[in-house]
């Protein structure tokens, strides 16, 4: 049975791109079939992320305007056998898919592959509106921040309220261990209090992400990272093992020492 | 003396977070009803048939609305009143 699911956020730049490429990878490393759906018409960064810039020749437009067929315009990765792209169209914008595409080309997606995932674009107009409507499952990606948990929740509200998607998982990116430590970031028992969604991870804020990214190299394939890690635990989460959270809030620091020491703690 | 020792260990979190989940708190309160205006129109229907068991009022003057003061959010409801009901157990 296959699962196909959004990616999405509202606000743009929390790292729905970022988690998109990582568990697609992390997926096919474990031998699923998998593609990724990069639903981003107009700036396209999926194909980047993965490192797959550079063997593009047709796209998901191409394919609805019957200029290809479905299977022309995936691109098989080089690292792993059952990992595919569908790439979009750089130069449109987003009107060139609408909803109904989306629907039909999920549905066709649907029946080759263990995975189809949608990398949604930010916002919540006719892009949002196109990536979710061919789905069943979300994932709702945030930073911990006030802006961005906002603007997760009014997602929540869409998705239930325009496609019938409901109990999206949350994915809490870039949290920053010392700034929690020192009570200026929200942890995930706050987010999870107020958005009141199933946590399905956390990743921490680490430039190795960004070194990976540089590289085209999703960080999931680096084993020694702890971002890395974190990625793992997520694509195990999704396949149903129960893996407890990554201790990432309460590390030893000095005055968590000293308040063990005087017995405050 | 105390007090300060405690926050200063971090046993009271002197830091932004506490800050920033209360008016996030606040915020989605509006939004929230915001999305579906729906909700207040059931509410509304609700407290008319509660009320119209005691007195009787003014649908059409009636309104109900989240407003917000400071560091709370409340139902505001103006709802006028055309006469009470004699109610069995009321002895006016
Ligand atoms: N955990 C992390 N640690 C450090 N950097 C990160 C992390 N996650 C994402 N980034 C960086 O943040 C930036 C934005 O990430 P990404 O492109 O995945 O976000 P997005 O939600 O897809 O953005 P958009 O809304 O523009 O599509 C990138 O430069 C990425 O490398
Ligand atoms: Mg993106």
Same mark, same amino acid.
């Given at each position: 049975m296959s699962e196909v699911i959004v990616v999405t956020s509202g606000k743009g730049g929390v790292g729905k791109t970022t988690v998109t490429a990582n568990i697609g990878c992390g997926l096919a490393m474990l031998g699923y079939k998998v593609v990724l759906v990069d #639903?981003?018409?107009?700036?396209?960064n999926l194909d980047v992320v993965l490192g797959m810039?550079?063997?593009? +020749?047709?796209?998901l437009t191409d394919v609805i305007e019957e200029k290809c067929r479905l299977r022309q315009a995936l691109i098989k990765d080089r690292r792993f056998e059952e990992l595919f792209l569908l790439p979009t169209a750089q130069? %449109?914008? %987003?009107? #060139? +898919?609408?909803p109904k595409d989306m629907q039909n080309i999920c549905s066709q997606l649907r029946e080759h592959f263990d995975y189809v995932i949608v990398d949604s674009p930010a916002g919540i107009e006719q892009g949002f509106q196109s990536a979710v409507a061919g789905v069943e499952k979300a994932i709702v990606v945030t930073v911990p921040e006030v802006a961005a948990v906002r603007d997760a929740d009014r997602v929540v509200g869409l998705l239930e309220a325009k496609a019938e998607i409901r109990d999206p998982k949350l994915i809490i990116n870039r949290l920053r261990m010392q700034m929690v430590q020192r009570g200026d970031m929200m942890t995930l028992e706050d987010m999870h209090d107020i958005l009141g969604l199933e946590l399905l991870g956390v990743i921490p804020d680490d430039e190795q992400v960004v070194i990976a990214t540089n590289r085209g190299d999703p960080i999931v394939i680096n084993e020694n990272s702890l971002s890395g890690r974190a990625f793992k635990d997520i694509v195990r989460r999704m396949l149903g093992e129960p893996v407890p959270l990554m201790?990432?809030?309460?590390?030893?620091?000095f005055f968590n020492r000293l308040r063990r020491i005087i017995g405050l703690g | 003396m105390l007090d300060f020792l405690a926050r200063l260990l971090g046993r009271e979190s002197p830091g932004s977070k506490n800050v920033a989940k209360e008016r996030l708190r606040l915020v989605l309160v509006h939004d929230r009803a915001g999305v579906s205006p729906q909700l207040l129109q059931l509410l509304k229907n609700d407290m008319v048939e509660v009320i119209s068991k005691y007195m009787e009022i003014d649908e059409k003057g009636l309104s109900v609305n989240l407003e917000r003061a400071d560091n709370q959010v409340a139902l505001v409801a103006s709802i006028p009143v055309k006469k009470m009901k004699r109610v069995a157990g009321n002895p006016a």
């Open positions: #639903a981003d018409t107009g700036l396209r810039e550079n063997r593009i +020749v047709f796209d130069t %449109k914008d %987003k009107s #060139a +898919v609408t201790n990432l809030e309460n590390g030893e620091g | -």
